[in-house]
């Protein structure tokens, strides 16, 4: 967008812009309120468009613009229910060259990368101010060489044979229809049997597998026991328990080859209009459908992390935790040497979700300098180094069973040790200073013969 786009103009033009864009990639949320998602998209557009406000469109727009609509960015982390970071363009660059940026500033950092290099892009194809723009350019580019020599965190440790159970089964099923928990659990149980006694030093079960009214004590906690007894190795399963009438919780935990729950992590971030129903009251007021939520999940409060019966400790971060980079973060920070996401994602048609979701796997294990194991029952399931490599993804419904030997690290990344804080802090300096900036009273200069500097009239000012 040029230099004279009205106020109006550059709204809907940001606006317009970041809807397409979020629609398209946040459809998964249609399978869980069709008006959240109109009115998530909505709302999260109108970041971008009052962002367009704020970078203003002067010559200096290429460096506002991109400050701009990453702290819009930032915003929609994290605002309102807690955040939605999927459809972010850190995501699509996964597979990308741009991948370890990451490992300096995080998903904000990579994300005002691939901004100011495309904003830069523009400006030079517009010719309009090009001297800036080659710098803005430069500056996002800048990044990346930084990036390759900043510390990786992927000095190996000791090594750890993993296996992955997925059950396998159909896509677009849902908590609330009977019968399915059985039915799931079975899978996995069958998947399971055919483990060979002493291949494996952990075997993993996706995010609430069982669901039970108390684990401790259960069938489902019998049968798993004799599982790992017979195997001779831990289980990490991810349970489902009551908590009254309208609450329950969601947890991954540790069952030992003795047949005990030795560590336990409760999720922390709850999927809004998944597994708590926001505003349930007014929206059961209006009609909404908040019988597909019945029960809410009550919040954990513990640390990301989980400790095998040999001491070692893993970070956890179940299914939609993995797209909050400060999650994984705190399953390091307090000693996790590897990550762990179990997931479920059968609720959604198609493989919108589950394909950003491996995409955020390999940002997390970039990030931390960690391998990362993603288990789900119905897909996708798989191990990604810290290289951000993908290995053995198993395909949708199926049922499979994969292992991989992984390497234990304790190395911290710039990103692990400063976490978003100081993007965060520079995005803000940066927007407020071209918001003042703007408001000064500038004025144009003209060279004489004599290269000497005279003001000109108001009215030829040069914009800001």
């Not at 290429?62 to 819009?72: E, K």
């Not at 370890?100 to 901004?115: C, K």
């Not at 209006?286 to 939520?293: E, F, H, K, R, S």
């Amino acid at each position: 967008m040029g230099a004279t786009a009205t106020r109006r103009q550059r709204f809907g033009c940001g606006w317009l812009f970041a809807a397409t864009w979020l629609l398209i990639g946040m459809c998964w949320m249609w399978f869980l309120s069709a008006p959240g998602y109109l009115v998530a998209g909505a709302i999260f557009a109108t970041y971008h468009g009052v962002a367009e406000l704020v970078a203003g469109n002067g010559r200096w727009r290429v460096i506002s613009r991109p400050a701009a609509h990453t702290l819009a960015e930032a915003l929609r982390f994290s605002f309102p229910f807690g955040g939605v970071p999927l459809a972010s363009l850190a995501i699509s660059q996964a597979a990308g060259p741009l991948l370890p940026i990451v490992r300096v500033g995080g998903a904000l950092l990579l994300t005002w990368v691939v901004f100011q290099i495309g904003f830069a892009l523009g400006v030079l194809v517009e010719r309009d101010a090009p001297r800036l723009a080659a710098i803005a350019l430069a500056a996002g580019l800048v990044a990346l060489p930084i990036a390759w020599v900043a510390p990786s965190g992927t000095n190996p440790g000791s090594s750890l044979r993993v296996t992955v159970v997925q059950g396998g089964g159909p896509q677009g099923t849902h908590a609330v229809t009977a019968g399915d928990a059985d039915k799931v659990f079975a899978r996995h149980l069958q998947a399971t049997r055919t483990i060979q006694p002493g291949s494996t030093d952990l075997v993993v079960w996706p995010e609430n597998v069982i669901d039970v009214a108390q684990f401790v004590g259960s069938d489902q906690l019998t049968a798993v026991a004799a599982e790992a007894a017979r195997i001779g190795a831990p289980f990490a399963v991810g349970i489902t328990e009551d908590a009254g009438p309208d609450h329950f919780l969601n947890a991954e935990v540790i069952v030992s080859p003795e047949g005990a729950v030795v560590s336990r992590y409760d999720k922390v971030r709850r999927v809004p209009f998944g597994e708590y129903m926001p505003l349930r009251g007014l929206l059961h007021a209006i009609g909404a459908p908040t019988d597909l939520v019945p029960r809410d999940a009550v919040a954990g409060t513990g640390p990301a992390v989980l400790t095998l019966p040999d001491g070692t400790k893993l970070g956890v971060v179940i299914s939609w935790e993995v797209f909050f980079g400060g999650r994984a973060n705190e399953g390091v920070v307090h000693g996790g040497t590897f990550i762990l996401n179990p997931t479920n994602g059968s609720s959604y048609t198609w493989t919108v979700l589950q394909s950003q979701q491996i995409a955020s796997s390999r940002l997390r294990a970039m990030e931390q300098g960690r391998w990362m194991v993603q288990a789900a029952p119905t897909g996708f399931s798989a191990f990604v180094s810290p290289d951000g490599d993908v290995h053995d993804r198993t395909s949708i419904s199926e049922q499979a069973v994969i292992s991989r030997t992984i390497t234990t690290h304790t190395d911290r990344t710039w990103y692990s040790h400063l976490g978003n804080v100081p993007v965060i802090v520079v995005l803000i300096v940066v927007n407020v200073a071209m918001i003042v900036g703007k408001r000064r009273p500038w004025s144009a200069a003209t060279t004489t013969s004599r290269g000497a500097a005279t003001p000109t009239s108001r009215s030829a000012a040069t914009p800001t």
